[in-house]
């Protein structure tokens, strides 16, 4: 597994992920930084160890939990691998859970959303390919805002499904890839 691809380097390869060339290095990296600092504390509240963290990712913490109070989502997984043993490639959920009596594959966002829909039905799809009892059946992606707002967008997962499996099928035809 160590040389599958990962989701969203298969999406970024075949331009189907967020272009973000005409964003400055500097924005880009401290826009990085942000959203590995809320994926951390999201990951640390669901698990129960949160302890403190800095006052510029507050504002997104508190669209985070205003977004689990209004919905009524419950984790079942936080920031965890999945991999798809017959199209061999891994991702990483930020959120499996419940909503409305639904499994849901969540993505959380301080930015870019493109390429969203297809980053979360490689996940739904490998997620159910490992858990064929526990199926996931919807996706969303959850937008957190500087000003401690969300937006919730739900995908739709069979329309971004061929669309993954049609881009990861690019990806191992590129020349130097040899279908692997």
Known sequence: MKDWPRVTRVLEAVGLGPDLSMVPADVLT????????????IEALAYGYFEDCDAAITPYL???KKFMAESGHTAIASEIEVAHPEWKYIGHPDRVGWMLKHRIVIDFKTGETDGVAYQLAAYAEAWN??????????AAVVELRDTGAYR????????????WFAALTV????????GA
């Open 152 to 163: 919730f967008t739900e995908i739709d997962l069979p329309a971004a499904r061929p669309v």
């Open 62 to 64: 508190d669209a985070y």
């Open 30 to 41: 401290a826009a990085q930084k942000r959203g590995t600092a809320v994926h951390e504390a």
């Open 129 to 138: 390919a490992q858990h064929p009892t526990e199926k996931v059946s919807s």
């Open 171 to 178: 990806y191992r035809a590129q020349p130097g890839r040899n």
